[in-house]
């Protein structure tokens, strides 16, 4: 459906804040294959409604292949002698031919979104194991280091020693 009107979206897009007429949109759009006048569903309805369409494999190669072929001959419509109506057509039709791929894009990110999610859980998981044992390995390391050292097991009593409030100290000090 989106393919048959392709040309009606295109006249919708090109009315964006309601300026299509001051733009001269019906002169853009007046060499229509069969003779019919264009519609105009609205320029954020026509967007919506691409983008619907894009989102889905098959409607985006739909849409983007009709797409393609219309702007093409479009072009081809103005020829050299009109060429200035020709590039405002040409800068329409490349901006039509944006929504669907956005569309497309945010459809593959819809599609791969709970994929991607749990493969971001699993790699914080991991992470934060890499970090626990990294941390568990340096606390060990300093643990056995201070209790390894020459006062780990107190101060040896030596002859000129005595107890005192606060621990084991030397007479002589």
Known sequence: ?????????????????SAGDELGRDEL???????????D???????RFMGV???????????SSAQQVYEASGLK???TERQDLGLHFGYGGAKVHGIPDEARIDGIHQQFKGAEEAKTLEMEKAAEWRKFGVSSGVGA????GTCSGPGAR???????SSPSRHGYRNRGD
Do not use: H, P, Q
């Open 77 to 79: 419509a103005f020829g």
């Open 41 to 47: 569903f609205g320029e954020a309805a026509a967007r």
């Open 29 to 39: 759009f007046a060499n229509s294959s069969d003779g019919s006048e264009r519609t």
């Open 141 to 144: 390391v300093v643990g056995v």
């Open 53 to 63: 369409v894009a989102a889905d494999e098959e409607g985006w190669k739909t849409l």
């Open 1 to 17: 459906m989106g393919a048959a009107y392709i040309d009606d979206l295109n006249y919708s897009t090109y009315n964006f804040g």
């Open 154 to 160: 107190g101060r040896r009593r030596g002859r000129n």
